[in-house]
């Protein structure tokens, strides 16, 4: 799932940090998938990834089905591509209850990438 954020990759991160955090979700980690590059003397666009999540939503989740935890905790892309603003990516909820059989009771914790998604620009 993907979807253009008004705002530029650090301002974006910035923004999605904030309102996972107010969600109750801990940053467990920010991955700046450009700064690794750079020291290693490559190039690429802005490319940040978010790793957050909730013990409380995602422990049901693995002790009911193991194997979830190879996707948990969440994650959100944030990159440059060229065009103004950046492109917010993340892992779409249908894919991963047909992956791990998931009950649609099961879905809501998948959700949350796409609600703070929506949220840093008002959509």
Do not use: C
């Not at 020291?39 to 490319?47: E, I, R, W, Y």
Request: proline share 7%.
């Amino acid at each position: 799932m993907t979807r253009r954020s008004a705002r530029d990759v650090a301002e974006t991160v910035s923004a999605l940090r904030a309102e996972a955090e107010r969600m109750g979700a801990a940053v467990a980690a920010v991955v700046d998938h450009a700064a690794a590059a750079r020291k290693a003397g490559l190039s690429m666009p802005d490319t940040q990834v978010i790793i957050f999540g909730n013990p409380q939503a995602g422990t049901p989740l693995m002790q009911a089905h193991p194997e979830i935890a190879i996707d948990l905790p969440l994650r959100l892309m944030v990159r440059d591509d060229g065009q103004p603003g950046s492109l917010v990516t993340w892992q779409d909820p249908a894919y991963l209850a047909r992956r791990y059989g998931l009950a649609d009771d099961q879905l809501t914790p998948l959700n949350a990438p796409a609600t703070i998604a929506s949220a840093i620009d008002g959509h």
